[in-house]
């Protein structure tokens, strides 16, 4: 969502015409203002394209380290059905 992963896919700026600048999508996807990206400009956009949104890693984690430890945590159900 945030940002293109390299694809091609541009994201324009809401109220302005021009594309989002590699802090606004890094913003985008959670990352603070001191995250320090390296590399080319085409690099660091394709490393935040390609980034699981921060929060939503934490809570896929902690799920999982829950399951683990058989340790109860509120979920939703799949609202797939399953042959």
């Not at 989002?20 to 985008?28: D, P």
């Not at 996807?29 to 934490?58: C, L």
């Not at 799920?63 to 430890?69: G, V």
Request: aromatic share 8%; with cysteine.
């Amino acid at each position: 969502m945030a940002g293109s992963g390299g694809g091609g896919t541009h994201i324009c700026h809401y109220a302005q015409p021009r594309a989002l600048t590699n802090r606004e999508r890094a913003r985008l996807q959670t990352f603070k203002d001191t995250y320090e990206f390296m590399g080319s400009k085409e690099s660091v956009r394709k490393q935040i394209g390609m980034a699981v949104h921060s929060q939503r890693a934490k809570v896929i984690f902690e799920a999982i380290l829950k399951t683990f430890a058989l340790v109860d945590y509120e979920s939703v159900p799949c609202n797939v059905e399953v042959m």
